[in-house]
């Protein structure tokens, strides 16, 4: 049976990261058949990243390419 290498890593994101991260998000939205809207999305991870309100993670491939993201907007538990 092949064996493949494959490596991501996985870290918390910083605003100087947002132009990786808007091809990204704005993918997301067109997957869910919104309109493209780079500006929109670097306006909107802009936002996020000023206002503290969201946390994301960003998967990058073994060449340091980035390929996938996590949004995390905390929120107050419903359990304490």
């Not at 870290?11 to 808007?22: F, G, H, K, M």
């Not at 969201?54 to 390419?65: F, I, N, V």
Request: charge should be neutral; charged fraction near 20%; proline fraction near 8%.
């Amino acid at each position: 049976m092949p064996t493949f290498a494959f490596s991501t890593s996985i870290d918390l994101a910083t605003a100087a990261e947002i132009p990786e991260l808007t091809p990204l998000v704005d993918a997301y939205r067109r997957f869910y058949r919104q309109p493209g809207d780079l500006e929109g999305a670097r306006a909107f991870l802009t936002q996020r990243f000023a206002n503290g309100d969201a946390h994301l993670l960003l998967a990058r491939d073994t060449h340091g390419r980035a390929r996938g993201f996590v949004q995390l907007f905390p929120v107050p538990s419903t359990t304490t």
